[in-house]
């Protein structure tokens, strides 16, 4: 039911018109990100029975296929896999929605984030991150200022899902329970 709420959040249209849009993307014929994807998916998601299953890998590959192929002015970045795993997790019967919901939630909250060059986004993203750590933790921002810590586009910084959404056991009822909230 979570992942209805998650479509209904992100406004998406009727259930009909959502399978009919997945069914008519080419999901099938060979494209230069395949490899990427392939080299993403086994070695992601580990730590859960049902992503990390066979069918849990095909409707990965699927549902990230659908994406690319249908986004032709966005490029597949590594990570994408991450983002894509909470929204097939939980509509993991219902691939079309898993691919509308990723297919939404990416331009309202990660707008540009997968242009071709993405640095000045990702600049972006690293400045407001900055500002929320001086708002929330002025101590830890005084730390990361005294020491020269200066996030910049060549930081590597954690995938924002892998923070919201822990890489262990607990994946599934940190996305299940009555307390996670959106």
Not at 55 to 77: N, T
Not at 78 to 101: I, K, R, T
Not at 151 to 172: G, T
């Amino acid at each position: 039911m979570r992942g209805v709420w998650f479509g209904g959040l992100l406004c998406l249209a009727r259930r009909g018109a959502i399978q009919a849009k997945y069914d008519a993307i080419d999901k099938d014929t060979p494209i230069p990100t395949d490899r990427q994807i392939e080299v993403d998916i086994p070695r992601c998601h580990q730590y859960d029975e049902l992503l990390s299953s066979p069918e849990g890998h095909a409707k990965f590959r699927r549902v990230l296929k659908a994406w690319v192929v249908s986004h032709p002015d966005l490029v597949y970045w590594q990570g994408l896999d991450s983002l894509c795993a909470p929204f097939l997790y939980l509509n993991f019967n219902n691939e079309a929605l898993a691919y509308a919901c990723m297919s939404a939630f990416i331009p309202k909250y990660l707008y540009n984030f997968f242009l071709k060059d993405n640095s000045h986004v990702i600049q972006e993203y690293l400045t407001v991150f900055s500002q929320m750590i001086a708002f929330h933790d002025p101590e830890l921002s005084n730390h990361l200022n005294e020491i020269g810590f200066i996030p910049d586009v060549e930081c590597k910084i954690h995938r924002w899902n892998e923070v919201h959404f822990p890489c262990n056991s607990a994946y599934r009822e940190t996305l299940t329970s009555r307390s996670f909230a959106i």
